[in-house]
C-alpha cells in the first residue's frame, strides 16, 4: 500500500470522526452552564458606546 492510500483511508475513516468530535466538544463548551454571561459581555461590544462614540485618548507624545 502505498502513502498515499494509506492517509487517504485515514483522512476519511479516522480524521473525519476526530474533527467530529472537535466540533461537538466546541458546541458543548460553548453552551455549558455558567459561560452565558462571558458570551453576552462580548457580543455587547458593538453597542457599549450606543450613546456616543467613544472617547479617543491619545498619549501627548503623539500630538
Known sequence: MDT????REFADSWMLLA???FFVGVVFWVMRPGS????R????I???HE?????DV???ETR
Open 19 to 21: 474533527l467530529f468530535s
Open 4 to 7: 498515499y492510500s494509506l492517509l
Open 36 to 39: 452565558t454571561r462571558t458570551y
Open 58 to 60: 491619545q498619549p501627548e
Open 46 to 48: 458593538p453597542f457599549r
Open 41 to 44: 459581555d462580548t457580543a455587547d
Open 51 to 55: 450613546d456616543a462614540p467613544a472617547v
